[in-house]
């Protein structure tokens, strides 16, 4: 089947402004995490789900980084009061057995 | 102890050449270590992994040695072909849960 999409695929935002990113992981996959990517660097850990419950969210870099997966599928990752170096590539990732996590292509955001 | 520390950062290899990439990591609780490719503007795609209950994996050219006691891996790509050019990332993981990656290391192989 499809696997993992994200969207919007690109972002720009206003320094201030709210953004909103989705993530539809693959159908079934009960584990979903969210990276950030900054330019030519490895991604890094946000956060994670199990279901709908946020396991893990020692990654998010401030309380002005929110995330949530209602019914357990698709999450939100949401940034208030955008900032210039909230620019990267956000992942996101699911996962159905033990480790194999299945990454989309990513939203990159740049603030301005 | 989080960190996976992975060199070289780029590397050039002529084509049907070997290229080798390797990481290092301190936590022992890490217990499964994937490696990902990426293209530009894709996500990383998984390209083998290993768990530390073996020394060596193989999947067609692409080979990955383990070295538990030195807390360290490696990827070997045999016969590089210009299509292996893009960035390669390790990473490790404890439990099933979050990914710890590697710097990257950018890979250009000549034709």
Known sequence: GAGVSQSPRYKVAKRGQDVALRCDPISGHVSLFWYQQALGQGPEFLTYFQNEAQLDKSGLPSDRFFAERPEGSVSTLKIQRTQKEDSAVYLCASSSTRDTQYFGPGTRLTVL | ?111
């Open chain 2, 1 to 111: 102890q989080q960190q996976v520390k992975q060199s070289p950062q780029s590397l050039i290899v002529q084509k049907g050449g070997i290229s080798i990439i390797n990481c290092a990591y301190e936590n022992t609780a890490f217990d499964y270590f994937p490696w990902y490719q990426q293209f530009p503007g894709k996500g990383p795609a998984l390209l083998i992994a290993i768990r530390p209950d073996v020394s060596e994996k193989k999947e067609g050219r692409f080979t990955i040695s383990f070295n538990k006691s030195a807390k360290q891996f490696s990827l070997h790509i045999m016969d590089s072909q210009p299509g292996d050019s893009a960035t390669y990332f390790c990473a490790a993981s404890a439990r099933a849960q979050k990914l710890v990656f590697g710097q990257g290391t950018r890979l250009t192989i000549n034709p």
